[in-house]
């Protein structure tokens, strides 16, 4: 297996929504994005999630997250994977921690795993240690989503909840239930006083962080549509 991935041409390469500088480094979104394939050749299988470290200036650093059960980053410079973090099974989703020390990952045993960052920024190539893991989702896990006081987390998963996490205390979790089908993503808004989940029905609920419970369901209003983005950009204003 090949810990390098091949430069394409940056002037004009474009992969899913993976939008290349014209200069000699990737650029990666802050968004996340979706793969059925991607360029790099450290992955047996489709890459789910692809993540730029942005917590240190300058840093060319970005992970992958694959099918193969396997979390890699990558110096985007020199082309090279650092760090692989495995969990063993199939990783939907990943997600940094928002000081950068920690790596999520959503898999389909319905396991959150949390990996400590080994030493990536120096270069030193490590593969992790023994995760933490977060249980109590009965399906898999589709999204994960913290918070920027960065003491919490929400999940979604297939078993049609969704669950709010300490960090720091991975045998505790808050459940928002109510959702008729499995729940695809989740996201706190701007303030952090809510929660807004998205699921395979095409529901979206707004749900109240604090009391745990639905205080909006709304589907195919556009109205309702675009105060969802409102919220997501500026949090709600009651």
């Known amino acids: 297996m090949s810990d390098r991935f091949e430069r394409l041409d940056f002037e004009s390469a474009e992969l899913c929504g993976l939008n290349f500088s014209g200069n000699e480094s990737a650029s990666f979104s802050e968004c996340k994005f979706t793969l059925s ?29 694959s099918l193969d059960g396997f979390i890699k980053e990558w110096d985007l ?54 995760p933490i893991r977060y249980l109590g989702h009965t399906k898999d896990v589709k999204c994960i989503d913290i918070c920027t006081d960065g003491k919490f ?14 960090i720091d205390n991975p045998g505790e979790s808050r459940l928002f239930e109510g959702s008729e089908t499995m729940v695809c993503v989740a996201r706190y808004s701007a303030c952090n006083r809510y929660i807004i989940s998205g699921a395979k029905s095409g529901e979206v609920r707004i749900w109240d962080r604090e009391h745990a419970y639905s205080i909006y369901r709304f589907l195919k209003d556009t109205q309702m549509l675009s105060r969802v983005f409102a919220i997501i950009a500026k949090g709600i204003r009651r």
Request: charged share 20%; net charge positive; hydrophobic share 35%.
């Open 153 to 166: 987390f929400i999940t979604a998963s297939t078993d049609r909840m969704i669950r709010e996490w300490s």
């Open 37 to 65: 394939n991607f360029i790099s050749k450290g992955h047996h299988s489709s890459v789910t999630c692809v993540q730029y470290y942005p917590y240190k200036e300058n840093c060319k650093v970005a992970l992958t997250a």
């Open 77 to 130: 410079v020199k082309g090279e994977c650092i760090a692989a973090y495995h969990t063993g099974g199939h990783i939907i989703y990943a997600a940094y921690e928002k000081n950068g020390n920690s790596i999520f990952a959503a898999n389909t045993d319905s396991v959150v795993y949390r990996f400590k960052r080994h030493a990536v920024i120096d270069g030193n190539k490590n593969l992790s240690k023994e």
